[in-house]
């Protein structure tokens, strides 16, 4: 069970993870969101594209990072061998989908469930976390409550909507 | 469970009928032959069967809806559809 944790206005763990070509990313500059997913849950797959269409909307102003935690012995869906296959059945992603083998980073961030979206700002301060939007089966709300954050950060805004629930399945501790 | 419910009113058939059956280990999940939650069987028969290469244990479900999209929840036509097939055997 995850018992730690950053609240809003904390600064970001460091981390130090590879991605599915085995380079590893840091976080070394904000604004950066960082979200939790994985290939086998369906409130992740279903806002998946939501996702993806963000961090293209947002590049050049905004890092995004995917991470999976889950166990992948239990599930081997969520294997690293089985990220680099979805990547690249997909045509490759516009952000780096990074393996938490560990479980280390999601326990300090902590993150709960797939997905869950961490929003920093330039700082690397927490500025939004939760869900991407009010409903995974509806794609017409278009991740608005994770715009709605990123657009406040980058126009040195308060984020008028911090903290929601993030919805989805739990992460896979080992 | 709701939605099954709602369709079992539907289709004429009582609610309370519906059992509920919580699978807590991956040994009940093998007795059970189940893919994952949730797992909707209606006359016995899953109400959008699994492939044969999905696994049986603890996992979520991924149901594909009729207009494509992917969701943790079985389309509500394929719901209907089943217990309507149920019903006219």
């Known amino acids: 069970m995850n018992q730690q944790g950053i609240a809003i206005g904390d ?9 599915t070509d085995g380079q590893t990313w840091r976080l070394s500059a904000g604004p950066v969101v960082v979200y939790w997913t994985c290939n086998h849950c369906p409130y992740a797959l279903a806002w998946h594209d939501r996702l993806l269409d963000v961090a293209r909307d947002y ?6 990072l995917a991470v999976n935690s889950n166990d992948a012995e239990r599930y081997p869906a969520d294997s690293p061998q ?7 059945a997909e045509g490759g992603w516009p952000h780096p989908y990074l393996y938490d083998e560990s479980q280390e980073v999601a326990r300090a961030f902590g993150a709960e469930r797939t997905p869950d979206v961490f929003a920093f700002d330039g700082d690397l301060a927490l500025r939004y976390r939760g869900a991407p939007d009010a409903d995974y089966d509806d794609p017409a709300q278009n991740a608005a409550w994770l715009r709605d954050a990123l657009d406040a ?8 909507r911090a903290e929601t629930d993030p919805v989805g399945c739990t992460i896979k501790w080992k | 469970m709701g939605m099954v419910r709602a369709e079992m009113e539907v289709a004429g058939i009582d609610p309370a009928e519906l059992r509920i059956v919580e699978v ?5 999940a093998a007795r059970h032959r189940f893919p994952g939650s949730p797992t909707i069987r209606i006359g016995g028969r899953d109400v959008q069967p699994p492939g044969p290469e999905e696994p049986i244990g603890l996992t979520c479900r991924v149901y594909r809806h009729r207009d494509g999209r992917l969701s943790p929840l079985p389309d509500r036509a394929d719901i209907r559809v089943a217990l309507e097939e149920m019903v006219s055997r």
């Open chain 1, 11 to 19: 600064l970001a763990p460091d981390l130090a993870l590879p991605d």
């Open chain 1, 59 to 64: 590049e050049g102003r905004v890092r995004f």
């Open chain 1, 82 to 88: 089985a990220m680099r296959e979805r990547v690249g």
């Open chain 1, 153 to 160: 950060v980058l126009e040195g805004r308060e984020v008028g």
């Open chain 2, 24 to 28: 807590t280990s991956e040994e009940d």
